[in-house]
């Protein structure tokens, strides 16, 4: 059996999976086939660790503080995990402008810089 090289998807197959797809500015989409995958390289922020005593307060300027860091190198996203049980962690990335880019059990988040 002779496979097909593994290549650059055409515009018209990156078309195809756009809207279910996370594709940024660090994406390609390579494809074999019928068969596609986005290859990115990411910024990432995982996990977390905060102390007994943060507050959520402190939560959120830490997390604008590293936005700001990231965002100050050139980067364009960063990429993190927040369990979906965590809601109030959930409602300072969010409101920092993070959306979902994953689904159950754990939600994956992305923050444009």
Do not use: C
Not at 35 to 58: C, K, M, Y
Not at 78 to 99: D, T
């Amino acid at each position: 059996m002779k496979l097909e090289k593994i290549r650059q998807a055409t515009p018209e197959e990156v078309a195809t999976i756009q809207s279910t797809s996370d594709l940024t500015p660090m994406s390609q989409v390579l494809a074999m086939g019928d068969s596609s995958a986005v290859w990115r390289i990411a910024n990432e922020l995982d996990p977390f660790h905060f102390g007994p005593n943060t507050s959520n307060s402190q939560k959120y300027l830490f997390l604008w503080g590293l936005q700001n860091l990231l965002r100050g190198s050139g980067s364009t996203e960063v990429y993190f995990n927040v369990a979906v049980a965590n809601e109030q962690f959930r409602n300072i990335v969010e409101h920092l402008g993070a959306e979902p880019t994953s689904r159950e059990p754990e939600l994956r988040y992305k923050i444009k810089l």
